[in-house]
């Protein structure tokens, strides 16, 4: 999920020496950009979700932003169709992730920032028009941790991780988990540009 620590996870099985890609590096035979759209062509072409895609250990971040979630969106069919997986849900603060994407704009290459366009994409369990504030944001990430730990459970193969990204013993929960030294974790792609954000806008 974007802003919640993707890049962490990408550098740290990077630094463990396991392959690992994020975002733009999952370029198949097909010469897809976006690991978004290697999963979605492969699951359109009832393939399995990887099919399209570069084989990785790690796909730290797959989606392309909010305006193609696919984690969200497709998220039965990839659970389904990447067998003995395991999968990793992060969690921070839901006013630290808000102020988090309202600060990016990816280094001003986008008009609108993070959270503004979560808030005009269409996603499942998050409408177009939603997501104005902390209490739409915790309402959908909740909903969507429950979608996975559900869809997780149906597969005896696979495996679920959850970590909070801002708990000081993250890193040695990564090394009880995946065997990498808990030195390879670290904080990674933060935001350099700082706004505001009142309290009205937190809550309206």
Known sequence: MPKMGSTSLYSYFKCGGYTSVHCVGC??????????DCIEASIKDGLSPLSKCKQADSYAQIDKGPENLVQVNYL???????????FILTFRNMTNWFISMTNWDNHGRYKKNMRERFERAKITGLPAGVGRNVSEFSD???EYVKRVRKEVAKYPGHELIEIDIEDAMVGWQMEEAFGINQTC???NNAGTK??????DELQR
């Open 140 to 142: 959908f990430y909740c």
């Open 76 to 86: 039965n069919e990839i659970v389904r169709g990447v067998p003995n997986a395991t």
């Open 185 to 187: 974790w670290g904080k």
């Open 194 to 199: 700082v706004v505001s954000v009142s309290v």
């Open 27 to 36: 370029s198949g035979k097909d010469h897809y950009r976006f690991c978004s």
